[in-house]
């Protein structure tokens, strides 16, 4: 008995020792992302005012009045200790081109883009998988072949391309979904339909779904031949149990815990694959606006997004870092053997 | 307790094997074309003649890919041959790495995709080939592996133990697992662990469970007692014991030879991937005299207890190329001969040997054709005896 | 890779799997390599503009049809990749010569080592293409922008095999014997380290090639790589966006499908290189 409590109070320590690792490095790497896009940006050529006055014409009183504002003539350190102190607040400024707070736009954009991501997440996941476990299981059949074919070929496919292709194909020749996506500036989604909102959901989280599945089946493949040779499986089938029964009964359970991590790390790729899915659909997401932000010099929006952005793959890797070390029992028996 | 008599009864009329699936039925399912009163009465006799798994002369190779993508072929296993008999323990002695495992994975039909089996396995007097091989494994012939990291990690231990069975069965098996588990005094609590959560003992007892709810007949334990303290080891080998006391033939596999004999009838010393002799269990005493092969006598003098004497030299290599006597190198009593063909195996005194000067003086040296199997230099020997 | 082994069965039939292995590798290198010299080539003269003959359909004499100034498709596709494949070249070299050095770094000691890991830590915080677009950004765009942000995103895991295979290496009893011996540092590096280093580099740098070139492709698409008049596979997938909707399929198709085929081919030469360097991978 004082053994075992000995036992949960160790899992405790661990997992406050765990929480307070993760946070010290969530802050000190929101602060070396800060610096580091900070100072990209201010390297580059990137004029904010300029890019905020865009096609209108101003008189000199008022671009002086902008410039001001944006701290064009203030040495850097200063404008970052400004900006920075606004973040804390938790101001990131105005976007310039939707003219609206960044914290709105970034609230707005990237609630649309956690939907599609959330949604090929866990196709390309299910799908990946059971593919994987097909592969796996007839290993070197045509099936495999198919399966690894497949898998090969999508690892080499340019994102956009294929989101291009399908477009061609679904929305051009059999004109299923409509060509421009976009919802105009200033509509939110609330005047937006539920199925409306579908309908556009589907090409660019069809396209993201089937590109993610290649890794992981890939992984399911390679880790279920891993747990077929283990000494386990060999024992199980020396106990007489075979085929899809096996399979089952140990490859599943033992493949899904890595294939779910695996996933959980994956974010960093998911958000690359929105951006670019994201722009040949024009849907209205967090990826498009990171690209508008580029292109047209918003500087605010830009770093706010990339800020989001690592936040989102933090997310993802602590995920993957809590399964590896409270989930998997496996974990614990080597640290007990060791 | 009737199905026993049942099946019993069955089988003596019976002069086909009847494959008994019975749970937990500890019963001799030996063929035999015999009634059971017979069997029964002359068991010496019948136990020598009736082997329950016969190994002729196997030899086990892997193709490998070397660097560069170049095929190259291991001999792991050559010309082996033993003989496993109900009610007894048959103990297969060797150094780490020699092949042991992979005699054991051979007859369980286990063995990896790359590996290339010749020789004859029989049980119960039929070809064991890879079809025959599945369906036995588990039912007839049952595995005691090494060590907690041959269940899932994952799995609940009953359910391990368990298996995979139909549904309408699980019922009955789970009753008959904690039975068992009750029998091994393990607790409830254990059904509901992961393997992880084992001590070294409850880990043991686990897999000899294993064993024990699949009724097999043959059980193959694959060093079932590495890093044992002594009340553990005595334990464990105890289990065995009872399983050869309930007729099932029991191959212990192991690298400890003290612990082989505290309960073993037999012992096969394992040598570069083949079996240099068979000896009974009482042959070892004294300094070895009765003795057959060399090599056996010398691990019996390097013994704590016999004087430390250790042999000078090593094992060959897998990938060495060898035509005459495996020992040749170590051996003090080689001659011409040994270096020139492999020896031929002879049975002497109870036991069989592979190496040509070991020659018992009962024995002519009879012609040698008829030695390689032992069974009918045998008959001879006896009549020898009774002459 | 299965294909190409059902395809020629016959002449592949008669080869064992090392003799069929380096003839793919070779094969595949060779298929590149006509693509590089004939782009180079082809990329001296400006292609002719012909609105004559404007986005005429895929056919014999235009094999991937036309665009809208008339210019034949196969040709501005064969530039492209010449571009893409020496681009991918520059960048993955930068980031090899980038690993390669921290790699090294992080196994001198146990300070600079959380020191790499910590920087790895962090280019793995930010998805790739937002990185990449950032860096391009920060250096003002163009093929400079793009070489650089590719470069500086792909080192992590290279880092990591030069690091692990360093770490083997040392505990190897050569190496342990070399210093017992009074060898210097410098000494074991050069004669027992680098040697074995070096086909795990190659074999890095070349699994390095297709994230490069699809990524330089990525951001040259969304308009923060290569300017728009190079001949990259990039804008020609963007400027074909505009002609979709009028069915001009080709625009688009055979320039992607062209870049896909090249990455593949990139993937099958590191596969097999891998294969032979790696034996225990070739069992199945
Ligand atoms: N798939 C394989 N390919 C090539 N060689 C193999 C393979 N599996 C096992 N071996 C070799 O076969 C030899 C015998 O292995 P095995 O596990 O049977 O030894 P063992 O006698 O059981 O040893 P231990 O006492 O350590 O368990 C080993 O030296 C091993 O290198
Ligand atoms: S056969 Fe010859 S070499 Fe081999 S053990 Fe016997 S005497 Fe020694
Ligand atoms: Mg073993």
């Not at chain 2, 001999?75 to 992979?102: D, P």
């Not at chain 2, 010393?269 to 005299?289: H, I, M, P, Q």
């Not at chain 2, 070991?358 to 054709?369: K, L, R």
Request: aromatic share 8%.
């Amino acid at each position: 008995m004082k053994h075992e409590k000995l036992l949960k109070f160790g899992g405790h320590e661990k997992l406050l020792g765990f929480a307070g690792k993760k946070t010290f490095k969530l802050i000190s790497l929101l602060i070396v992302v800060c610096l580091a896009s900070f100072w990209l940006i201010e390297q580059s050529p990137i004029d904010p005012v300029r890019a905020y006055i865009g096609e209108m014409s101003v008189t000199p009183e008022k671009q002086a009045q902008l410039e001001e504002y944006w701290g064009v003539n203030s040495p850097p350190q200063e404008k970052f200790l400004n900006w920075a102190g606004n973040i804390l607040k938790g101001d990131f400024g105005t976007s310039l081109i939707y003219r609206i707070p960044v914290t709105d736009v970034i609230k707005e954009k990237f609630t649309a883009s956690l939907i599609l991501m959330a949604a090929s997440w866990l196709i390309s996941g299910i799908l990946g998988f059971i593919l994987g476990i097909i592969a796996g299981m007839k290993r070197g059949t045509w099936i495999d072949k198919i399966i690894k074919t497949y898998c090969y070929t999508l690892a080499a496919t340019p994102t956009f391309w294929l989101a291009l292709v399908l477009l061609m194909v679904f929305s051009v020749y059999l004109g299923w979904f409509p060509i421009g996506l976009s919802v105009p500036i200033g509509v939110t989604a609330d005047n937006v339909t539920f199925l409306d909102w579908l309908h556009r959901l589907i090409l660019p989280a069809v396209t993201l779904s089937l590109l993610g599945v290649a890794q992981i089946a890939m992984f399911t493949r390679e880790k279920l031949k891993e747990v077929l040779s283990s000494d386990y499986v060999l024992f199980a089938k020396a106990r007489g149990e075979k085929g899809l029964n096996l399979v089952l009964r140990h490859g599943v359970r033992n493949v899904a815990l890595p294939a779910i991590t695996l996933q959980f790390l994956g974010f960093s790729e998911l958000f690359g694959g929105a951006v670019l899915v994201e722009q040949v659909f024009s849907y209205p997401g967090i990826g498009q606006a990171a690209v508008s932000a580029g292109l047209r010099s918003d500087v605010p929006l830009l770093l706010g997004i990339v800020l989001v952005s690592a936040l989102f793959v933090f997310f993802g890797n602590t995920m993957a870092d809590i399964i590896y070390e409270f989930v998997d029992p496996r974990i614990k028996q080597e640290e007990a053997a060791s | 307790m009737e199905n026993k008599a049942e099946i019993n009864v069955e089988e003596g009329l019976n002069t086909e094997i009847e494959i008994n699936e019975e749970f937990g039925n500890k019963l001799n399912v030996t063929s035999n074309k015999r009634p059971i009163s017979e069997l029964d009465s002359s068991t010496e006799e019948k136990k020598k003649t009736e082997a329950l798994l016969k190994v002729e002369d196997i030899s086990l190779s892997f193709t490998q890919y070397a660097s560069g993508l170049r095929q190259t072929k291991l001999n792991i296993i050559s010309n082996l041959s033993l003989e496993a008999h109900s009610g007894e323990i048959l103990a297969v002695v060797g150094s780490s790495g020699s092949g042991k495992s992979l005699l054991a994975h051979a007859i369980l039909g286990i063995l990896p995709s790359n590996a290339k089996l010749d020789g004859k396995i029989e049980y119960k007097g039929r070809i064991l080939t890879q079809e025959k091989k599945k369906e036995l494994r588990g039912k007839e012939i049952a595995l005691v592996p090494q060590s907690v990291n041959y269940l899932d990690p994952l799995m609940r231990i009953s359910d391990q133990v368990i298996g995979d069975v139909a549904e309408e069965d699980e019922k009955l098996m789970k009753n008959l697992q904690r039975k068992i588990f009750q029998r091994y005094d393990l607790k409830p609590e254990v059904d509901k662990m992961l393997p992880h959560e084992l001590s070294g003992g409850m880990a043991r007892r686990v897999l000899v469970s294993t064993a024990i709810i699949s009724s097999a007949k043959l059980i193959i334990a694959d060093e079932p007692t590495p890093g044992l303290d002594e009340k553990t080891l005595n334990e464990t080998l105890s289990y065995f014991k009872d399983m050869a006391d309930n007729r099932c033939a029991v191959i212990l596999i192991t690298h400890d030879i003290e612990a082989a004999l505290k309960i073993s009838d037999k012992i096969a010393v394992f040598y570069a991937g083949t079996v240099l002799e068979v000896a009974n269990a009482r042959d070892f005493k004294n300094n070895g005299e009765n003795l057959r092969h060399p090599y056996t006598r010398a691990l019996w003098n390097a013994l704590p207890q016999n004087g430390f004497q250790a042999i000078v030299g090593h094992q060959p290599m897998q990938d060495e190329v060898i035509d005459g006597c495996v020992f040749y190198e170590r051996c003090s009593k080689k001659n011409d001969l040994c270096s020139r063909g492999i020896p031929l195996l002879k049975e002497i005194d109870g036991g069989v040997v592979r190496c040509n000067n070991a020659v018992s003086e009962e024995i002519p040296n009879s012609d040698e054709t008829s030695s390689i199997h032992g069974h009918e230099l045998k008959i001879s020997a006896k009549e020898v005896k009774e002459v | 890779m299965n294909t190409t082994v059902t395809l020629k069965k016959g002449l592949f039939g008669r080869l064992n799997l090392r003799q069929k292995t380096i003839l793919i590798i070779c094969l595949t290198s060779l298929l590149l390599f006509v693509i590089v010299i004939s782009s180079l080539v082809l990329g001296g003269e400006s292609l002719p503009t012909n609105f004559g003959f404007k986005n005429l359909a895929p056919s014999l004499e235009h094999p991937f049809g036309t665009d809208w100034m008339g210019r034949d498709m196969f040709i501005r596709t064969l530039e492209g990749l010449g571009l893409s494949i020496i681009i991918g070249a520059i960048a993955s070299t930068f980031s090899t010569i980038l690993a390669m050095i921290l790699g090294l770094l992080s196994s001198a000691g146990k300070k600079t080592d959380s020191f790499v890991s910590w920087l790895v830590d962090l280019f793995l915080s930010i998805p790739h293409l937002l990185l990449i677009i950032l860096i391009s950004i920060g250096l003002g765009g163009g093929a400079f922008g793009v070489i650089v942000g590719v470069a500086l995103t792909h080192w992590t895991s290279l880092t990591r095999v030069v690091r692990a295979e360093i770490k083997q290496l040392k505990t190897q009893e050569y190496v342990h014997v070399s210093g017992n011996l009074g060898k210097s540092r410098w000494w074991i590096a050069t004669k027992h380290i680098f040697p074995h280093l070096i086909p795990q580099i190659l074999l890095g740098t070349i699994l390095m090639f297709p994230h490069a070139i699809l990524h330089e492709a990525s951001v040259t698409f969304l308009g923060f790589g290569l300017s728009p008049h190079e001949p990259a596979i990039g804008i020609i997938l963007s400027e074909s966006m505009k002609y979709l909707s009028a069915g001009y399929w080709w625009l688009a198709f055979f320039p992607g499908l062209a870049l896909l085929i090249v990455v593949l081919l990139f993937d099958m030469i590191g596969d097999n290189l891998g294969r032979l360097m790696d034996p225990k991978s070739a069992h199945e």
